[in-house]
């Protein structure tokens, strides 16, 4: 992150604003909502500036900047057409450690004005650091749409209740559940409707149900998706942008992990093919753990959570020990690396069935009866199968599948590094040891693998 977010508290406090044409003028008004007392020094300024300082108690002075200017400020804008001014003023602020904006320099700036979406007393604020403005305010527009007018008066009602709900419900986390209840149930409606009274009445009644039931722990295990965000469904976000504690592993993304709460805990329990950071009962224990002490618990999971992800033994103790909890579905690997591939996993012409399967195969792929593997018209996705990918060759051969079956290996599948490899039963092992890929990697045979020549469509594949 380059700029910190932060709202700065400007009532009665003295910001000098050096320059008073278009940009500058545009800049007043936001400081003057903000209830700033602004000083402009400027040898000309706009009819309209100078209004608005008459009515909002600012001055002007008609003259070029001194240093002396900088005495008492909170904060600069400098707004001028002189370059050479600009850095002055910038260099002169920087070293008394005030706050400077330089118009269309984001380079002398020390704070940027970020695009807002004003509903006062919510306030959202987007900043691109500078790279585009234009792209900020794209996004102001879809979040303006977004967000209804009324969310101010919501938030102004939640304010005024808020001492009220810290009194009956002490404890943070099932306050917060609670308000989440009332802002996206009835109550938050009837504000939004205008009907604040009724509004007001609804809000005491659940907070005397509230107060007389327990609170419990919750746990949802969750798919994330192979890797890009974007396959998220909006109920894995929405859940774990509720949680108060997250458990993920190796193969959830950082900008995955990046939509839980900035303030909710995140335990990292690992799963590499060598480092089984936690074992398996242990996670299974700490989710109970963790729901017992009343917190909203997540299980974040790679791809789907019953494809290969252990997710049943995991709810399987949750249930032993009554705890409630919701399981979301994710896009399983299979789907979200084929689709980025341009491999679709069934074809008219190629294949009329397909078939997960693990790839982590003891000596030999004992486990697998390999004969089950020989119809040409399925295509097979292998799991977990980089390892094995030797004996996984041989063994398809050995039970009558073509030397020159297609073979797709998808490196890090639907993250901006995908890389999809392509081969033959009989040619792939050297390929890929040629190729070296990084875990994750999912290994596909058959016919329908010549359609990715065809039909990638994603990064450079
Ligand atoms: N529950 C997961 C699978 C967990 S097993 C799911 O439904 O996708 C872990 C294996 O999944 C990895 O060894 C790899 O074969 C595959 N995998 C997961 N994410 C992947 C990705 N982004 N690209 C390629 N393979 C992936």
């Not at 007392?37 to 600012?58: D, F, M, R, W």
């Not at 008609?62 to 400098?78: E, F, G, K």
């Not at 609170?215 to 969750?222: D, M, N, P, R, S």
Request: hydrophobic share 40%; net charge neutral.
């Amino acid at each position: 992150m380059e700029y910190l977010p932060i709202f700065l508290q400007l009532r009665g406090a003295k910001v000098l604003l050096v320059g008073g044409g278009t940009v500058g003028t545009r800049k007043a008004r936001l400081l003057f909502k903000a209830g700033a007392i602004v000083s402009v020094v400027a040898p000309q300024i706009n009819p309209e500036l100078e209004t608005a300082l008459q009515e909002h108690k600012g001055q002007w002075q008609a003259r070029s900047y001194t240093q002396t200017d900088l005495d008492d400020v909170t904060l600069v804008v400098a707004a001028t057409p002189d370059a050479a001014i600009n850095k002055r003023i910038s260099e002169q602020a920087k070293k008394r450690s005030i706050p400077v904006n330089v118009v269309d320099s984001p380079q002398l700036c020390t704070f940027i004005f970020p695009s807002i979406v004003d509903r006062s007393p919510l306030v959202i604020a987007i900043s691109s650091s500078g790279r585009s403005p234009v792209l900020a305010r794209l996004l102001r527009r879809k979040i303006e749409a977004m967000v209804p007018a009324a969310y101010g008066r919501l938030a102004e009602f939640a304010g005024r209740m808020r001492d009220r709900v810290k009194q009956h419900i002490p404890s943070e986390s099932p306050r917060r559940i609670f308000w989440e209840q009332v802002i996206e149930g009835r109550v938050g409606e009837m504000v939004l409707a205008g009907r604040e009274e009724q509004a007001e009445k609804q809000l005491q009644q659940q907070l005397s149900d509230t107060a007389a039931s327990a609170h419990h722990g919750e746990v949802y295990l969750i798919g994330a998706g192979p890797g890009d965000p974007d396959l998220m469904t909006f109920k894995a976000v929405r859940l774990l942008q509720s949680a108060d504690v997250v458990l993920y592993d190796r193969l959830v993304s950082q900008p995955i992990i990046e939509l839980a709460r900035r303030d909710a805990q995140r335990i990292y329990v690992g799963k590499a093919r060598a480092d089984h950071s936690v074992p398996q009962p242990e996670i299974n224990q700490l989710l109970v753990d963790l729901a017992l002490t009343g917190q909203r618990v997540v299980r974040l999971k790679g791809g789907d959570p019953f494809i290969f992800g252990r997710g049943g033994e995991e709810i399987e103790l949750l249930e032993k020990n009554n705890i409630p909890f919701q399981v979301v579905p994710g896009i399983t690997a299979a789907s979200g690396a084929a689709c980025y591939a341009g491999i679709p996993l069934t074809h008219r012409d190629y294949a009329q069935s397909v078939r997960f399967v693990t790839g982590h195969l003891k000596a030999g792929g004992s486990e697998h009866d390999w004969s089950q593997f020989r119809s040409t018209s399925e295509t097979l996705v292998f799991y977990m199968g980089l390892a094995g990918l030797p004996v996984i060759c041989e063994q398809l051969q050995s039970c009558g599948r073509s030397p020159d079956t297609p073979v797709a290996l998808i490196e890090r599948g639907t993250l901006q590094e995908q890389r999809v490899i392509v081969g033959t039963l009989a040619t792939m092992v050297d390929i890929v040891r040629r190729e070296n890929p990084r875990a994750p990697t999912l290994i596909i045979v058959g016919d329908v693998v010549q359609l990715h020549e065809k039909l990638a469509w994603f990064g450079n594949s």
